[in-house]
Nanobody, 127 residues
Framework: QVQVVESGGGLVQAGGSLRLSCTAS????????MGWFRQAPGKEREAVSC????????YYSPSARGRFTIARGNAKNAMYLQMSNLKPEDTAVYYC????????????????????WGQGTQVTVSI
């Protein structure tokens, strides 16, 4: 049984920080990448950050770069997103996603087509 579970969302004031966590289990892959997408009301789901199995390769969206840090846990099925200097426009439901490795330059963006998603965790940033 595949399980992808994220947590750590909440309500914070602009400029504050949150740390999101995700664990995945039961995936039918030897190695897999993991990432975070977010979706705000009325908007498309968008990639925020992704990390390879080894942790060596990372992707950050332009809005996340410089503010968010993604990391893999010692157990490779764990992943974290440290979010700092949060802004109201970061308000969204954040989804953890896992999928097979892809050897192309769109490896993170392509995760939107994965079948392995968490339930989402709400991040709300107040003014």
């Amino acid at each position: 049984q595949v399980q992808v579970v994220e947590s750590g969302g909440g309500l914070v004031q602009a400029g504050g920080s949150l740390r999101l966590s995700c664990t995945a289990s039961g995936l039918p892959f030897d190695d897999y990448v993991m990432g975070w997408f977010r979706q705000a009301p009325g908007k498309e789901r968008e990639a925020v950050s992704c990390i390879s199995w080894s942790g060596a390769a990372k992707y950050y969206s332009p809005s996340a770069r410089g503010r968010f840090t993604i990391a893999r846990g010692n157990a490779k099925n764990a992943m974290y997103l440290q979010m700092s200097n949060l802004k109201p426009e970061d308000t969204a439901v954040y989804y953890c996603v896992a999928g097979p490795d892809r050897n192309d330059e769109r490896w993170c963006l392509s995760l939107r087509h994965s079948s392995y998603w968490g339930q989402g965790t709400q991040v709300t940033v107040s003014i």
